[in-house]
Every structure is written in structure tokens, then in C-alpha cells.
């Protein structure tokens, strides 16, 4: 009885896979500065998608359904915005000079005892370190001046002109051909294995519905809660500290991090006293108590199945490579990736390269 020949592992298919994605990476590289609006209305068309299939369901044509869902999502968008927009310019220009003074206060509060140490081991001379002072200043002023410019060029005002009109465009015809779309991609998978890649992608959509969707929905809260609360507990910048720590919150540990370390920060050198540093903690720890027990078991659950730490990862690595394009791209990419090796993982502990050659 002759041995079955081993499976010969399909090579060309994994070069040429490899070149579709290696291809894809330089597409996004090479047009990444212009990609921000389609990935954002890819993202908004995601979370309305099942909106707006109930409304089909319910007998509204989807045309109608997707262009109501799209209108109601940006005019509340703008609404806020325009609410929000005053407040939060005066508060970022008024952290960021704040910022400044308490860096230039620092410099100034530690150079004599660098002096004495530097002179002590005989490595730096008082001149050396006053001048490396006055650098540090002019540092900080030329990137105040920067961050001024940016806010203010035309490259940043064209990007935004083309993310207002473009984004909600893209929304309408993604949601409205979305089952379109699904049903041409699903056409193009190989027959063979059409079956294992439509559990694949199902698992995907799983975790990035539990991840965009239910954790959008507890940013957007936390936002909220902190700063109503830190713009009641009297903090200065309290509004803009709080909705940047909601923000923050999909980056897991970052934003509460972040934010918990700025607010503390605020509140001592404006208070001068343990009471309000209290106050301001309080927030944060009431803040963690409504996220631990009530927005992420309800709008969360257990669907999402991404390790804190990957995502950490992805969005650096996203950030480095892309910039913002990367970082919208960190957490659909991180999930597809996590449900393939997990299926990897499957096949390969039922095969008999695990099991042995008899099995």
C-alpha cells in the first residue's frame, strides 16, 4: 500500500496574494493624502448601513432611506460642530499658550540645579545650559507659530472643504449600493473555498460592528460626560480636556490616560489646593465606573475579541505609515487580521502537520 503524496502548498497563490496586497499598500501610501474623505464616508455608510436595513425592511425605498440617514448624520454633525467651534478654538489657543508658560516656568524652575549638576560633573558650563534655555523657548514659540499656520493654510482649509462635500457624496452611494457591492464582491470569490471566506469575512463584520459601532457610541457618551463634568467641577479647558479624553477612548488605556494626567495637571496649577485636584479625579473615576458597568457591557459587549495591545500596535504602526489615513485604517485592517490568524490557527491544529502524519 503506497503512502498518499503530502499536499503541495499552493506557492503561486501565496506570491500572487502577497503582490495584491503589497499592491494595495502602495496604492494607499501614494494616495493617502487624498483618501481621507472616502474612508470617512466609508465609515459613516458602515455604521448607517443597518439603519437604513431596517428601513428598507419597514418599506422605505433604500434610495429615500439611505438619503434621510445621510442628511439627519450631517446636519447633526454640523449643528454640533458650529455649537462646539467657538468654545473649543478659544480653549485649544488658551491650553496651548498655557502649555507654554508652564513649559517655560519648568526651564526656568530647574536650571540653576542643572547647572550645579552639569558644573559638578564637569560635562556642561552655566553658558552652555543658559543658551540651550533660550533654545527651548524659541522652540516652543516656533511650534505655537506652526501649529497657528497649519490650522490656518490653504492645504488644511481645501482638506476640509473637500472632506465637507465630498464625505456625506460618498456616504449616499455607499449606503445605498451597499448590498450591491457585497453581492458583486461575493461573485468574485474563488468557489472553492466562496464558503470559508464568506465565515471569514462574517466574523470580521462581527468584530468591526462591535468595535466601530458599539465603541463609537461610548466615546461619543464619555465625550459628554466628561466635559459636562469638568466644565461643572470648574476646571479651565474642561470641555475641550473632556471630549478629547472621550475621543481618545478608542485607542484603549490612551484617552483616560491622556486625559486623567492633563485634567489632574490643570486642576493643580489652577486650584492650588488638594480639593479641586479631588473634584477633578472624582469625575474620572465616576467616568471609568459608567464605562466599566454600563456603556461597555450594553453598547459593547464581548463582540469585539481585539486584544488591547494589538490595537495599541495597529494604530501606531497605522499612524507611522499612513498618518490619519493609517490610523482610520488600523482597526478594519486589525480585526481582518486577528480573525485570519485565529482561523490559521484552526486549520492548523486540525491538520496533520500538528496532529502527525498519521493522523
Known sequence: MTAEPSPVFPWGRFVAWLLILGALGLAVYALSAVLLPFLVGAGVAYLLDPVVDRAEKAGVPRTYGAAIATAIFFIAVGVTLTLLAPVLQTQIFGLAERLAVVIRHGIEWARPYLEEIFAQIGHADPQQLRGA??????????????????????IAIVNLISLLLITPVVSFYLIRDWNKVVARIDTWLPRDHASDLRGVASEIDERLAGFLRGQALVCVCLGIF???????????????????????????????TVGTVTGLAIAFFQFGDWVGVAIVAGVYVAGQLLEGSVLTPNLVG????????????????????????????AVPIAAAIGVLLRYGLKRYLGSSLYLGRGR
Request: aromatic residues 10%; neutral net charge.
Open 133 to 154: 534655555g533660550d533654545t527651548a523657548r524659541q522652540v516652543l514659540s516656533f511650534l505655537a507659530s506652526a501649529a497657528v499656520g497649519v490650522l490656518t493654510s490653504g
Open 302 to 329: 464581548d463582540r469585539v475579541g481585539l486584544h488591547p495591545v494589538w490595537m495599541i500596535l495597529a494604530i501606531l504602526a497605522g499612524a507611522s505609515l499612513f498618518g490619519f489615513t493609517g490610523v482610520l485604517l
Open 226 to 256: 466628561y466635559g459636562v463634568g469638568l466644565t461643572l467641577a470648574g476646571l479651565n479647558y474642561g470641555l475641550l480636556v473632556g471630549l478629547m479624553t472621550g475621543l481618545l477612548g478608542f485607542i484603549p488605556f490612551v484617552g483616560v
